[in-house]
């Protein structure tokens, strides 16, 4: 009998601290840690808007995993498929190469994927925005579209390529347009052939609010934020039909563009469909201390699992970074007791707050639920950024310090290909096209 092997599917922000628990509590000899992830990085979600907007290096949100976790062995796959009752999980990597891992213990942390909506044309010309190549491609693409726009001889054209529309007014899609606004900007300083009143952002959102999940102080700020540098804030409005060249919204209107991004929310990777577990809007069903109840050498964390807020009613936690990570910690403390080292325990984390970063000087933010604008929320958001971050937090540091001292560097390289960034067609790449 050799140790048992715990599996951790996912590196994101639950695998992650899950692994670095195990680390940490499992004396040596204990356990052989294993990690399937397609990237050799965790990638850190939060700052994606700055990446998209030019002020941080894609590498800056890209934590390097095998310095971090010297004790786990990293397997840079893609797992399509778990048989529970024979304790194996099928995995392919970057080369299509199949092989079959064994465990002992297996964590699903395969985080979320973005929702697509059956309406027509978002799979076919939207754009996602959920991983690194999703944010170096909008980077390249906006920038493009503005040097289209300024040679384009038709009005029309030259409008619809100035024009941008982000549908999701979560703080995904806020942000995204909030560090839109700042790269086009910059994109026009010192031009004479596109003026920046000529460059429209649209916020498209259903609810009646910005940042309609989060605290209600934090909306109006932000909107009025966006609305100051020009943007179209369209509230209590949706998306009807996105073809090539337009965006119909459900108040009647059509808006040529050349652009549309999907920020709409996510669900919980595919993954979870191809495993015979109950879940709960998709999530795989824990009890408090993460164990999947049917089969208790299962265990879920983050986007991907259900688990009990006793905070609220026992309602699934909401799909954030700052669940992911606590419930990463508790997993892999509760994996560690399921082997005989140390104790379990239960989940319990009380909403510490948001923050949503605006650009520029901008910011709104509720640390400990007390409302934060501009600067002190800037540097509350930056702050927590550069603590929550498990890597790169120097690199992410200069990066913020240089953007202030010395103008953006405007470039397109162009490395990303369209194809593969359309909603449809990552949905058919899947999570190989991630991370
Ligand atoms: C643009 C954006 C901004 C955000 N900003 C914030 C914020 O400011 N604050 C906040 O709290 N939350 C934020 N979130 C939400 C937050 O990022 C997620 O809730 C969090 O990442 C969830 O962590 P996770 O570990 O469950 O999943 P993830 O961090 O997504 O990690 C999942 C990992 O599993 C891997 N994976 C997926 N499928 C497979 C498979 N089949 N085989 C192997 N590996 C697989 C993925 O590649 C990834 O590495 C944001 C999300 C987005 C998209």
Redesign the pocket.
């Known amino acids: 009998m050799g140790e048992p092997r715990v599996l951790v599917?996912?590196?994101?922000?639950?695998?992650?601290?899950c692994l670095r628990t195990l680390e940490r509590v499992l004396p040596a000899g204990a356990a052989e840690l294993m990690a399937?992830?397609?990237?050799d990085y965790?990638?850190?979600?939060?700052?994606?808007?700055e990446v998209a907007g030019g002020s941080l290096d894609p590498r800056r949100v890209a934590v390097p995993l095998r310095p971090k976790l010297p004790r786990t062995r990293l397997v840079q796959?893609?797992?399509?498929g778990l048989d529970l009752a024979a304790r194996t999980c099928t995995?392919v990597d970057v080369e299509g190469r199949e092989q079959v891992l064994e465990w002992d213990r297996l964590v699903l942390?395969?985080?979320?994927?973005?929702r697509l909506m059956s309406i027509p044309g978002v799979a076919e010309h939207a754009f996602g925005?959920?991983?690194v190549a999703e944010?170096v491609f909008l980077r390249d693409h906006v920038l493009r579209q503005v040097e289209l726009a300024e040679q384009a001889t038709d009005p029309a054209e030259r409008a619809a390529r100035a024009t941008f529309v982000v549908v999701g007014a979560g703080?995904?899609g806020t942000?995204?347009v909030a560090q839109g606004q700042q790269l086009t900007r910059s994109a026009l300083r010192g031009r004479n052939g596109l003026s920046e009143s000529e460059v429209k952002w649209v916020l498209v959102d259903l609810a009646p609010r910005v940042l309609p999940g989060l605290d209600e102080r934090l909306s109006g700020p932000a909107a009025r934020v966006l609305r100051a540098r020009g943007a179209d804030v369209r509230l209590e409005t949706s998306v009807e039909e996105v073809t090539a060249h337009c965006a119909k919204l459900t108040d009647g209107s059509e808006i040529p563009t050349r652009t549309v991004v999907w920020?709409v929310g996510?669900r919980p990777?595919?993954?979870v469909e191809s495993v015979a577990l109950a879940t709960v809007k998709g999530r795989v069903v824990v009890d408090p201390t993460l164990a999947v109840p049917t089969h208790p050498h299962v265990f879920a964390?983050?986007?991907?699992?259900a688990v009990p807020d006793v905070f609220n009613d026992g309602e699934p936690t909401?799909?954030?970074?700052?669940?992911?990570?606590r419930?990463?910690k508790l997993a892999g403390r509760n994996v560690a007791a399921s082997l005989g080292h140390g104790t379990f325990g239960t989940y319990r984390h009380r909403d510490l707050g948001?923050?949503?970063?605006l650009a520029g000087s901008q910011a709104v933010a509720n640390p400990l639920h007390v409302p934060l604008t501009g600067l002190p929320a800037k540097a509350v958001a930056r702050g927590y950024?550069l603590l929550a971050m498990p890597g790169n937090r120097l690199r992410v540091a200069v990066d913020w310090l240089t953007d202030l001292l010395v103008r953006r560097q405007v470039v397109q390289f162009g490395l990303v290909p369209e194809a593969g960034v359309r909603l449809g067609d990552a949905e058919k790449v899947?999570?190989a096209n991630?991370?």
Do not use: I, W
Request: net charge negative; with cysteine; aromatic share 8%.
């Open positions: 599917v996912g590196t994101g922000f639950a695998g992650y601290h399937v992830n397609p990237t965790m990638l850190y979600v939060p700052l994606l808007p796959a893609h797992v399509t995995a942390t395969a985080g979320s994927v973005t925005f959920k991983s944010a703080y995904t942000e995204l920020c996510v990777d595919p993954l964390a983050g986007d991907v699992a909401p799909m954030t970074a700052q669940h992911a990570q419930q990463g948001f923050v949503v970063d950024h899947g999570a991630r991370g």
